[in-house]
């Protein structure tokens, strides 16, 4: 790629693209002429302040202080980059490592192998522990069509914390970021009473924090305020402290859903790579397979041309993912999210929905104008509904 790709991909300057070319920084560049030849597989590199900030990830404190520092303790830990395994293996071999490995699993698309790890830990003595046990259940089971597990495992994370916080109030915050959670993204019914966001946040270790940032964008967007949530995603990623990757990911997917249904592609483009750089060295990708659908064509866009593999394994995730969480989603909230169209008939038809002309949707997603009218008619006949204003019944917010 030239270096004019480059930076549009990783969202710098051109100037700086040839700098760090100079450099060597960037694996496999080659002069051309006045410029440079850039393999399109290469990685943006990385910021030298911010691996400062990353030490390796085996030299980093076991175990953060304050409440809950050990609730999902891969989520909260700023590990660098293509370390992620490293540091949950050097962590002592116990429930912890075990959590840890789960939530690793999880995040790399593996649901079965998370479920082992988690499953003999729902019965810990350890609050940290149990909880985090219930929560890995009960978001594995979705993908695998176990309904009533995921939401059993859900029930048995609030009731535990609704017990203990009869005893100790400082454990509210827990139950209201689990409940939160569940809320938004399972449809679960919140209890009465939580802190509400402004309470609970400072009180969070700054990996769940950033985490719950996230849970709270995707409820705002769900309201439709996608300048909000924007706002609430990328002030997040700001203030940051430390890079934690998988909150991290969670929350530049949620800004890419901002800025499509904002139709600032250019901007959308960057945040998503921005969770790809964070992913693709320890193969997180379970994330995007969970967001495909409200991305509005930007995998296809901006992974599939260069990463085809992977975009097979997301969309994989993706089919798994989606028919479990409709079977949550559609009687829930009495609308029936199409469950039949392919994932490209689905980007098509809510780039469609969003007022996007086929013109418009075939550039973005670098197909032909006849193939964006056939996903669309394809998408009709499958929902048995003859005009294109009528999609937006079966598609997301």
């Known amino acids: 790629m030239t270096v004019r790709d480059a930076a549009r991909r990783w969202g710098i300057s051109e100037r700086l693209v040839q700098k760090l070319c100079a450099q060597s920084r960037i694996s496999g560049a080659e002069k051309f002429g006045g410029s440079w030849r850039i393999p399109v597989s290469a990685l943006k590199p990385s910021d030298p302040r911010r691996a400062c900030l990353t030490q390796h990830p085996a030299l980093r404190p076991r175990r953060i202080s304050g409440d809950h520092a050990n609730l999902m303790p891969l989520m909260n830990t700023a590990f660098a980059p293509g370390h992620c395994r490293e540091f949950v293996e050097s962590l002592e071999e116990g429930p912890r490592r075990d959590i840890a490995r789960a939530e690793l699993a999880y995040f790399g698309g593996h649901p079965e192998e998370a479920l082992a790890l988690a499953e003999q830990h729902l019965g810990s003595d350890d609050l940290d522990t149990r909880l985090s046990a219930c929560l890995i259940c009960a978001y594995a089971n979705l993908p695998l ?14 009731g535990v914390l609704a017990a203990a916080s009869e005893e100790n109030p400082q454990l509210r915050v827990a139950e209201a970021f689990i409940a939160q959670a569940a809320s938004v993204l399972l449809h679960l019914p919140a209890p009465d009473n939580l802190p ?33 949530s924007l ?18 990911i969670y929350l530049h997917l949620i800004a890419v859903m ?22 693709l060295p320890d193969d997180l990708i379970e994330a995007f397979g969970e967001h495909h659908g409200l991305l509005g064509g930007m995998l296809e866009a901006a992974i599939k041309p260069t990463w085809p593999e992977d975009f097979k394994r997301i969309i994989a995730i993706t089919y798994r993912f989606s028919a479990g969480w ?14 039949d169209l392919t994932t490209t008939e689905f980007a098509a038809s809510m780039l469609a929905v969003r007022g996007w002309t086929n013109q418009e949707i075939a550039q973005h997603m670098g197909v032909s104008v006849n193939t964006v009218k056939s996903y669309i008619s394809s998408s009709l006949q499958k929902l048995g509904i003859a005009r294109r204003q009528d999609l937006s019944r079966f598609m997301l917010s």
């Open 326 to 339: 409709r079977r949550i989603h559609n009687p829930a909230t009495g609308a029936a999210v199409a469950d």
């Open 196 to 228: 509400d966001a402004h309470e609970m946040l400072p009180l969070l270790p700054p990996g769940l924090r950033a985490f719950a940032c996230y849970v709270r964008a995707h409820a705002v967007y769900l309201k439709g305020d996608y300048s909000l």
């Open 231 to 248: 706002g609430i995603a990328e002030t997040s990623l700001m203030v940051q402290d430390e890079v934690y990757p998988i909150p991290s």
């Open 258 to 279: 901002d800025l499509m249904s904002l139709r600032r592609t250019d901007d959308a483009r960057r945040h998503l790579l921005a969770a790809w750089e964070l992913a």
């Open 145 to 158: 069509g176990r309904i009533d597990l995921a939401r059993s495992s859900l029930e048995g994370a609030r």
